[in-house]
Every structure is written in structure tokens, then in C-alpha cells.
């Protein structure tokens, strides 16, 4: 990582003074880089007028649950875990292209449930420059909820985050991007807690095996691995392959193989055709598909 070059530096105080003058702020806060990052500059700038809030559903790996946690003890942050319910949603276990809609939009909706309760001013979620590459309709449903996005108004990108990050002492700093376990599954595979669950124990074990940066995509009684381009020749070895096999089958896997393209952002969005893409307008930067 490079040394912190006063322009993030600046970006940050701007940050910083945009928290200050938000009010008391609800947090979404996965125990991700970007969340944590947020969660921790709120934390400065308001003190125990920000609540960073934690979803709790088969969606979210555990392990996401445990940074969260253990980041909000370290660093003294407001912390509180929510219930949500996705799963009852038929438009979301569907898994079509907007499945992040209905996600974004029960966890924005408990949030504000959160926050008509407990006396708080706004809502803020990690979106940041970087994020207005891919397809995410997560976004159309925080722009419905007028949830903040300080680190994008700040126009933070995630490698500023990951150096401002790693200043601040954060343990996730340089975490691979990680998003929800749904995200495993290709559109139009019903979302259910069984292959949540064996995504989330097949990564994990792939994780065991030394990979840092996996994918486990779910294809029915075929698991896809998608491993790190930088560690995909290990990867490749004939030994490793066996031991990826024998890891991932008793998990219920008939066929186990490695893509030899390796991991790539959204790689599941590859199928998406121009007319099936949802447009969707993020705050002051048109459109992202």
C-alpha cells in the first residue's frame, strides 16, 4: 500500500465535517471494508449520536457478523444487530437480475423502522466511486429511502478507504471484496437457506485450503470456484484440484471445477443483456448498469 497523499487526506476532513452536520445517523454496517470505514469515521465525528447497525439473516456469512462485532468493541462504535427478513420475500428468493432491490430495501426499511424508534435524524450506507461500475440495484433502493452516501459525496474510491483504513488500525483493511452469499447464485436459481449455507461453508473451506480471494458459485449439482487470478496456478495444481474436490463435494456437489477465467467482479452479471439491465441513478452521477 502506498503512503496517504494529502488529497485523501482532505477528502477524509470532508468526510468528516459532512458526518458532523448529518445528525444522528443510523449506519448500515456489514463489518465490510467500505461500512466499517464509515462506521468508524461516524463514530469520530458524532460520538453516541451514530448507531451502526448490523443485518442478521442466512444471506450475510457469519464471518461478516464477527468483524462487525469485534470491530465495534475494539473501536468503542455504537453497535446494534437487526433481524431481517428477506428470505419471506418471493420477489427475492426469485433471484432475478434486481434481487439486491428487495434486499436493500428490507434492511433500508427495518433501518428506518430503527430509526423512527430510537430518535435518530438519517440513514447512511459504504457506497463509494468505485461502486458505479457494476450493476447494483441495491442502489435505486437507498436513493427510495434517501439513505446518505458520505464516502461517495466525500468521492472516496475503495483504495483511499482501504489506506485510510488501515491508518485508522482497522483489522479489515485489507479484507477481499465480499458481497452477500445470494450474490452466489445465478439469476434465477431460488435463493434458499440451503445453498446460502453451502456456498458459505464451501468458501470457508476453500479459505482453508489458503485461498484469500474465492467465489463458490452455486450451479445446481455443479460448484464453480472462481479463485484469485494471483493464486490460480496454485489453484490449477493437480493435488490442489483434489483437495478442492474432496472439500467442496460432501457438501452436496455432484461436479467440482475451477474457472479458468478466475475471480472477477460480478462475473454472474456476464449474462446480463442490454434490455434485461435495470437503469438505476445514483445521487449525482446518472447511471449505473
Request: net charge negative.
Amino acid at each position: 500500500m502506498n503512503r496517504i497523499e494529502q488529497q485523501t487526506l482532505e477528502k477524509q476532513d470532508l468526510l468528516f465535517g459532512q458526518l458532523r452536520g448529518a445528525g444522528r445517523l443510523l449506519v448500515a454496517f456489514s463489518g465490510g471494508v467500505d461500512s466499517s470505514y464509515l462506521a468508524w469515521a461516524a463514530t469520530k465525528a458524532l460520538g453516541e449520536d451514530c448507531l451502526a447497525v448490523t443485518a442478521v439473516s442466512p444471506s450475510y456469512p457469519q464471518t461478516h457478523r464477527d468483524m462487525a462485532e469485534r470491530i465495534a468493541s475494539d473501536f468503542e462504535i455504537p453497535h446494534q444487530f437487526i433481524e431481517t427478513s428477506e428470505m419471506e420475500n418471493p420477489a427475492y428468493r426469485r433471484n432475478a437480475p434486481d434481487r439486491c432491490y428487495f434486499c436493500k430495501t428490507e434492511l433500508f426499511d427495518r433501518m428506518e423502522n430503527l430509526l423512527s424508534a430510537s430518535n435518530f435524524d438519517a440513514l447512511a450506507y459504504g457506497i463509494n466511486t468505485d461502486d458505479r461500475g457494476d450493476f447494483r440495484p441495491g442502489h435505486k433502493a437507498a436513493e427510495e429511502h434517501r439513505v446518505l452516501s458520505p464516502l461517495l459525496d466525500a468521492n472516496l474510491c475503495k483504495s483511499e478507504i482501504r489506506l485510510l483504513s488501515r491508518e485508522a488500525g482497522l483489522p479489515c483493511w485489507d479484507l477481499p471484496a465480499s458481497a452477500c452469499l445470494a450474490s452466489r447464485l445465478p439469476y434465477g436459481t431460488e435463493v434458499t437457506v440451503e445453498r446460502l449455507s453451502q456456498v458459505e461453508q464451501g468458501e470457508q473451506r476453500l479459505r482453508d485450503l489458503g485461498f484469500s480471494q474465492v467465489r463458490l458459485r452455486h450451479h445446481g449439482e455443479v460448484a464453480r470456484i472462481e479463485i484469485d487470478p494471483a493464486e490460480l496456478k496454485d489453484g490449477l495444481r493437480p493435488d490442489q484440484m483434489k483437495r478442492i474436490s474432496e472439500a467442496i463435494k460432501p457438501l452436496g456437489f455432484k461436479w467440482v471445477c475451477v474457472d479458468l477465467d478466475g475471480y472477477r467482479l460480478g462475473s454472474l452479471n456476464e449474462v446480463l443483456s442490454s434490455s434485461q439491465t435495470i437503469s438505476l441513478q445514483i445521487p449525482g452521477q446518472g447511471s449505473a448498469s
